[in-house]
């Protein structure tokens, strides 16, 4: 996959290059034809040749503007292939986990969350970031909530269908996905526009629709009177003071609509183009065909509304240039006529405007699915299946490591109240793997593939206590912080299903349980909190180095061991972060503390 998004950022480089070169070109050409016209028209105006230098001069407008025209589109031809050769680099660095985008998902951060933060859902090195193809703030949005909340099997089986036929489409998802990268404010929030479109108006008074257009045209025979010498200047001040009055009687609302569209405004004509991107995805998957009826329904498009919206409000907005607002703004009522076509397009498009929002929102999310699937064909699509938990991995690895820095494990767990206790060594991986496990549940639930050859799970209410830390702001310890996040999860093990909301069973993932107290305390604690969680719909895994822990005589039930370890070999540490059944016989605090200089000495030394 390196060499295919390679390959194409190479091409795209050219492609931008030789859109440069004719750029630079056409440049000249411009000049030349400009300074040419002026000549020829000033030589014809010399010879008293009037009428072939009113020709010359149309002529010389006109291949000047064609020239112009053509002049943008082929900088936006340029932009466009420099553009693509910056996603497919993106892509590459992705796989080798690296990222070239800044990091957009920070107001997604909540320390409070059941699980983001153990499991690095958002952040530097995340799986928002490995995942997040979007632009818009709707598709973040989308994108960040399907993996902050897990999914019912019907709705990720619609996702995995619509990513299966949306995966294959490299050209039409890197294109999708350039339209929306190219323009830098389509990153702010629609809400004040979808505000505008969905609230209740007050219509405008019927006098007004008539005086837009009859006033001006007094005013302008007025002018025109004056020039003659029929009327003295003093009708048309009247004239322009009864304009100014009109205006005045609108002010504030045209105010109050250009500051509701304005810091949209600029974005507007990239979404039309994203719009019209969107209603031409193929594929039957039912997702993308409710997309596709969504953007195109009831005669109408999106993109040709969209559009009409962006002409509108870049119009609307000349008003905030006091020159223009002088000297074209005022003589022509130009406020009222677009309020009026405002007012027009919110009564006929607004009611859509929130559905195709939403739609767009979903495709961008999908697509970043997609994107994944496409840059990692090895990864497993999940299978997921209702009723309690079920939990079967094989050959898994954690999705923010370096394919070549991963090591594959497999594991299965079934049905509620059972844990998966792990020991082992310090930096064996125990927590990489609660990790890894945790991290590939949050990307199936989400409908994304994972890293594993195969996988099969049920939804899951993901809960994880790992990174537990003191808060000096609130007098927090470390372990009391530690007891705060289990009180969450014992709370949630005892939500009961209600007709209003499916509560799902709870999956935990508790990393060195207990840590911040005693061996002692600790033992009893943990054990009697596994043994109180075997009561419950809920199951998870537990590492720790209590090796008594993983002795619980009566509880082979419902206790599953497990162990990763480590070698001295040669003098060295060796980890090959493999799990294996059973309990841990191996421990290495003694050799990483006699490897960072401490002498160790025996019982007889101390005594």
């Not at 009859?214 to 200047?233: E, K």
């Not at 074209?328 to 929002?357: A, V």
């Not at 207990?514 to 075997?534: V, Y």
Request: aromatic share 10%.
């Amino acid at each position: 996959m390196s060499d295919t998004f390679s390959v194409r950022q190479q091409q795209f480089q050219q492609a931008g290059q030789a859109a440069q070169r004719r750029y630079n070109q056409l440049a000249f050409w411009r000049i030349l034809w400009f300074f040419g016209a002026v000549i020829i028209v000033w030589l014809l105006a010399r010879a008293d040749q009037q009428t072939g230098a009113v020709v010359a001069l149309l002529a010389g407008i006109v291949g000047f503007l064609a020239l112009l025209k053509k002049h943008q589109q082929i900088r936006q031809e340029r932009e466009l292939n420099r553009h693509l050769a910056f996603i497919n680099q993106d892509e590459a660095a992705r796989l080798n986990r690296q990222y070239l985008r800044p990091e957009m998902d920070q107001r997604f951060v909540n320390p409070a969350h059941s699980y983001s933060s153990d499991l690095d859902v958002f952040g530097r090195q995340s799986l928002f970031r490995l995942l997040n193809r979007t632009h818009t703030h709707e598709g973040e949005n989308r994108l960040a909530q399907w993996l902050l909340n897990p999914s019912l099997p019907d709705a990720i089986h619609l996702r995995q269908l619509a990513v299966a036929d949306l995966t294959p489409q490299l050209e039409w998802r890197q294109r999708f996905e350039v339209l929306a990268y190219q323009e830098e404010t389509i990153g702010r929030s629609p809400e004040t526009l979808v505000s505008w479109a969905t609230a209740e108006g007050t219509p405008l008074p019927a006098f007004l629709n008539v005086l837009r257009f009859g006033l001006p045209a007094v005013t302008l025979a007025l002018f025109i009177a004056w020039l003659s010498g029929y009327v003295p200047g003093a009708a048309v001040l009247a004239g322009l003071a009864a304009h100014g009055f009109l205006l005045s009687q609108t002010a504030n609302r045209a105010k109050e609509l250009s500051e509701q569209t304005f810091t949209i405004s600029t974005a507007l004509g990239a979404y039309r183009s994203l719009f019209g991107q969107a209603e031409t995805v193929k594929g039957d998957a039912l997702r993308l065909q409710a997309i596709r009826k969504a953007l195109t329904s009831d005669n109408l498009t999106a993109s040709k509304a969209i559009g009409q919206l962006a002409w509108l409000t870049e119009a609307l907005n000349y008003r905030r240039n006091a020159y223009f607002s002088l000297l074209l703004g005022l003589p022509t009522l130009w406020d009222i006529h677009y309020l009026f076509r405002l007012e027009r397009w919110r009564q006929q498009y607004g009611p859509h405007l929130s559905r195709w929002f939403e739609a767009l929102a979903e495709l961008e999310a999908l697509n970043s699915l997609a994107g994944f699937a496409y840059a990692h064909p090895q990864y497993a699509t999940p299978n997921i299946v209702d009723g309690s938990i079920q939990l079967d991995m094989m050959q898994v690895v954690h999705p923010l490591l370096p394919p070549d820095r991963s090591v594959a494990n497999s594991l299965s767990l079934e049905g509620s109240g059972q844990t998966v206790l792990i020991t082992g060594s310090n930096m064996s991986g125990k927590s990489t793997f609660l990790r890894t496990v945790g991290a590939n549940v949050v990307l199936a639930l989400a409908g994304a593939v994972v890293s594993a050859e195969s996988f099969r799970c049920s939804p899951v209410r993901v809960f994880t206590s790992m990174r537990t830390q003191d808060s000096l702001e609130e007098s927090t310890s470390s372990f009391y912080a530690e007891l705060l996040r289990l009180k969450t999860l014992i709370k949630l093990t005892k939500q009961q299903r209600s007709a209003s909301q499916r509560h799902l069973p709870v999956l935990y993932f508790l990393d060195e349980i207990l840590k911040g107290t005693n061996s002692a305390d600790r033992h009893r604690g943990a054990e009697a909190l596994i043994r109180q969680l075997h009561k419950t719909t809920a199951s998870g895994f537990v590492s720790t180095h209590d090796l008594e822990l993983g002795q619980l005589t009566d509880a082979s039930e419902f206790v599953r061991n497990y162990h990763f370890q480590s070698d001295l070999t040669n003098g060295e540490l060796v980890f090959d972060y493999t799990l294996r059944d059973g309990i841990c016989t191996s421990f290495n605090a003694s050799q990483l503390m006699q490897a960072i200089g401490i002498e160790m000495f025996t019982e007889q030394q101390a005594l």
